[in-house]
Nanobody, 123 residues
Framework: VQLQASGGGLVQAGGSLRLSCAASGRTFSNYLMGWFRQAPGKEHEFVAAINRGGGSTNYADSVKGRFTISRDNAKNTVSLQMNSLKPGDTAVYYC?????????????????WGQGTLVTVSS
């Protein structure tokens, strides 16, 4: 499956952004989808994941209550709504996919990755 992330940009602290990831090439609804982020000099950090049907989600503690992951299997897209953004959220955000029915937090378990979209939150 090919993934294309978009929606990043520059926003002030307290603001909002919505990231989108468009998938193509395989049956999207067969894939667990995740969002990860990578700040300069750091490893990939789990942000959120959503199961195949969209009925089960999980979030990193650092974003819980501020970010919402969702998917539209008819449109082959997964989104990440980010509210109350903080400077610490600054990173390149990646969407990722794994052919699985379980939620996973480990970036190493994901098989397909988008190219990343930069989110910069100014103080």
């Amino acid at each position: 499956v090919q993934l294309q992330a978009s929606g990043g940009g520059l926003v002030q602290a307290g603001g909002s952004l919505r990231l989108s990831c468009a998938a193509s090439g395989r049956t999207f609804s067969n894939y667990l989808m995740g969002w990860f982020r990578q700040a300069p000099g750091k490893e990939h950090e789990f942000v959120a994941a959503i199961n195949r049907g969209g009925g089960s989600t999980n979030y990193a503690d650092s974003v819980k209550g501020r970010f919402t992951i969702s998917r539209d299997n008819a449109k082959n897209t997964v989104s990440l709504q980010m509210n109350s953004l903080k400077p610490g959220d600054t990173a390149v955000y990646y969407c990722a996919a794994r052919w699985d029915i379980e939620l996973h937090f480990d970036a190493r378990k994901y098989d397909y990755w988008g190219q990343g979209t930069l989110v910069t939150v100014s103080s």
